[in-house]
């Protein structure tokens, strides 16, 4: 097939399975071989970011951010995900592979066609030049994401396989490359964004902040924490000290402006309603209460993420007051229409300081967090306490900062095997610390024809 007939079919798929997302750019792009200006480059990177996954909701139901209510008897597929049904994972998987690798194509299609646009002023050197940056970052993100999904665990060694690393638009029969080389391609990439000036003024571009933010979880990804205290210090240095304010944190939940955020997809769709029934029965999962119950009243994180409900029980006449989730939610049960998804805001950056620093044997540690826990208007915690039990008040407090967020997902992969090793003891699911299912399956489609890749460990690779 001609690379030019194969770019048209490429663009057609990517726009039939894409999410339904807008950004503010009136013409969705749908032919890569017509980029000839930096505007047209700019309109197929708009087509990548219209196809971003956004496996939030889904992640949340396998980590323990949520309880199911009576009326998970009314949706089947939902209470397998919520279960870990191996069907069901295997069709999450499917749905996020091919997602994250459209993306990754349309960015293939503009890296392979930038060297061929001419610019006829400096100023469209300069646009093309971000568009470049952004769309590196793009990508290195939904490696990033696919590499924690689709991968072991990182302390289970560097050589174990990793992901698929796909540099060129061409189909490819391509083996998955190891961890440690799927890092060091994702860090390349960040870093090599970082080359040009890109801080966009709106917070639905990728720029310099978000590869820094990357490239902190990233170094706290494989444990190099030295780096990731010191890419966190970068991005903090960078915005005032009190940009965690009260309004700053509800912005996060409305359609304005919010300093906290880094970078947020824009949207004119529902978002999160997956998790609703009924506005007058209730959603099929509320919060789990062990993590309700460790929020403080006055905690911001608790108004924006807890909306009691009373429920009508199960038993005729019976009412509960139940825990649901606010955030998204709390904007769907409202019928506000939402425009932010917010992917990376810059409390994750304290955060990420803190449990680095504390990992290090650092005394900032404590500082870290309450800084971060003042604006919050949170609890703060003892400065006395043990590495360990300070490790362990930092990522509940990441639990809380980011419940119903999908973070909590991979914070479990990452520690299960030492601090979260009992994460479910308050739920009906029994899923151990070395339970195969935390490593997603790779979907058949990939492999069927594809005699160079690698099935995870526990997962039958069928053959027809």
Same mark, same amino acid.
């Given at each position: 097939m001609k690379i030019k007939q194969y770019l048209s079919v490429l663009a057609t798929a990517i726009f039939c399975c894409a999410c339904t997302l807008d950004i503010p750019y009136e013409n969705q792009f749908s032919d890569p071989d017509a980029v000839a200006t930096p505007e047209a480059a700019r309109e197929l990177l708009a087509t990548a970011y219209n196809s971003l996954p956004n496996p939030e909701f889904d992640l949340s139901c396998l980590a323990d951010d949520f309880e199911t209510t009576y009326l998970i008897s009314k949706n089947t597929s939902l209470a397998n995900q919520y279960n870990w049904q191996p069907a069901a994972l295997e069709s999450l998987a499917l749905t996020l592979w091919q997602g994250y690798y459209g993306v990754i194509a349309s960015i293939n299609a503009l890296l392979e066609r930038i060297p061929t646009v001419a610019c006829a002023t400096p100023e469209e050197e300069e646009a093309l030049q971000i568009v470049e940056s952004e769309a590196k970052v793009l990508k290195a993100a939904c490696y990033f994401d696919l590499l924690r999904l689709f991968a072991p665990a990182y302390d289970e060694g560097g050589n174990q396989p990793g992901i698929v690393l796909k540099d060129r638009l061409e189909m490819e029969l391509l083996a998955r490359s190891p961890i440690d080389s799927c890092v060091t391609a &994702?860090? !390349?990439?960040?870093?090599? =964004?970082?080359? %040009?000036?890109?801080?966009?003024e709106d917070c639905y571009w990728l720029g310099n902040s978000s590869a820094e933010y990357l490239l902190a979880e990233l170094a706290l990804y494989t444990g190099e924490y030295s780096e990731a205290a010191r890419h966190a210090e970068n991005l903090l240095d960078s915005y005032s000290d009190d940009v965690l304010s009260e309004n700053s944190y509800a912005g996060l939940w409305s359609d304005g402006d919010c300093p906290e955020r880094i970078f947020s997809l824009y949207t004119t769709q529902s978002f999160y309603t997956a998790i609703n029934y009924d506005r007058e029965k209730g959603d099929y999962l509320t919060v789990n209460r062990a993590i309700v119950t460790q929020f403080d009243p006055n905690d911001l994180r608790y108004q924006a993420s807890i909306q009691w409900f009373r429920m009508p029980g199960q038993i005729i006449g019976d009412t509960t007051d139940v825990p649901n989730l606010g955030k998204y939610n709390r904007l769907n049960w409202e019928q506000t229409e939402i425009r932010y998804i917010n992917k990376f805001r810059l409390s994750g950056a304290y955060l990420v300081l803190a449990?680095?620093?504390?990992?290090? +044997?650092?005394?900032?540690?404590?500082?870290?967090?309450?800084?971060?826990?003042?604006?919050?208007?949170?609890?703060? %915690?003892?400065? =006395?306490?043990?590495?360990?039990?300070?490790?362990?008040?930092?990522? #509940? #407090?990441?639990? /809380? #900062?980011? &419940?119903?967020? +999908?973070?909590?997902?991979?914070?479990? /992969?990452?520690?299960?095997?030492?601090?979260?090793? !009992?994460?479910?003891?308050?739920?009906?699911?029994?899923? !151990?610390?070395?339970?195969?299912?935390w490593t997603f399956p790779i979907p058949k489609e990939e492999y069927l024809y594809n005699e160079f890749m690698e099935q995870n460990d526990g997962w039958t690779k069928i053959e027809s």
């Amino acid at each position: 097939m001609k690379i030019k007939q194969y770019l048209s079919v490429l663009a057609t798929a990517i726009f039939c399975c894409a999410c339904t997302l807008d950004i503010p750019y009136e013409n969705q792009f749908s032919d890569p071989d017509a980029v000839a200006t930096p505007e047209a480059a700019r309109e197929l990177l708009a087509t990548a970011y219209n196809s971003l996954p956004n496996p939030e909701f889904d992640l949340s139901c396998l980590a323990d951010d949520f309880e199911t209510t009576y009326l998970i008897s009314k949706n089947t597929s939902l209470a397998n995900q919520y279960n870990w049904q191996p069907a069901a994972l295997e069709s999450l998987a499917l749905t996020l592979w091919q997602g994250y690798y459209g993306v990754i194509a349309s960015i293939n299609a503009l890296l392979e066609r930038i060297p061929t646009v001419a610019c006829a002023t400096p100023e469209e050197e300069e646009a093309l030049q971000i568009v470049e940056s952004e769309a590196k970052v793009l990508k290195a993100a939904c490696y990033f994401d696919l590499l924690r999904l689709f991968a072991p665990a990182y302390d289970e060694g560097g050589n174990q396989p990793g992901i698929v690393l796909k540099d060129r638009l061409e189909m490819e029969l391509l083996a998955r490359s190891p961890i440690d080389s799927c890092v060091t391609a &994702i860090r !390349n990439l960040l870093t090599a =964004s970082q080359q %040009t000036v890109c801080q966009p003024e709106d917070c639905y571009w990728l720029g310099n902040s978000s590869a820094e933010y990357l490239l902190a979880e990233l170094a706290l990804y494989t444990g190099e924490y030295s780096e990731a205290a010191r890419h966190a210090e970068n991005l903090l240095d960078s915005y005032s000290d009190d940009v965690l304010s009260e309004n700053s944190y509800a912005g996060l939940w409305s359609d304005g402006d919010c300093p906290e955020r880094i970078f947020s997809l824009y949207t004119t769709q529902s978002f999160y309603t997956a998790i609703n029934y009924d506005r007058e029965k209730g959603d099929y999962l509320t919060v789990n209460r062990a993590i309700v119950t460790q929020f403080d009243p006055n905690d911001l994180r608790y108004q924006a993420s807890i909306q009691w409900f009373r429920m009508p029980g199960q038993i005729i006449g019976d009412t509960t007051d139940v825990p649901n989730l606010g955030k998204y939610n709390r904007l769907n049960w409202e019928q506000t229409e939402i425009r932010y998804i917010n992917k990376f805001r810059l409390s994750g950056a304290y955060l990420v300081l803190a449990e680095a620093y504390c990992r290090l +044997g650092d005394s900032r540690a404590a500082t870290v967090l309450n800084d971060y826990l003042r604006q919050r208007r949170a609890t703060l %915690t003892e400065t =006395s306490l043990s590495r360990d039990d300070l490790l362990k008040r930092i990522l #509940e #407090e990441r639990h /809380k #900062e980011f &419940i119903g967020e +999908g973070t909590r997902y991979f914070d479990l /992969k990452r520690c299960r095997k030492d601090l979260l090793q !009992n994460w479910c003891s308050t739920s009906s699911r029994n899923i !151990n610390a070395n339970d195969y299912r935390w490593t997603f399956p790779i979907p058949k489609e990939e492999y069927l024809y594809n005699e160079f890749m690698e099935q995870n460990d526990g997962w039958t690779k069928i053959e027809s």
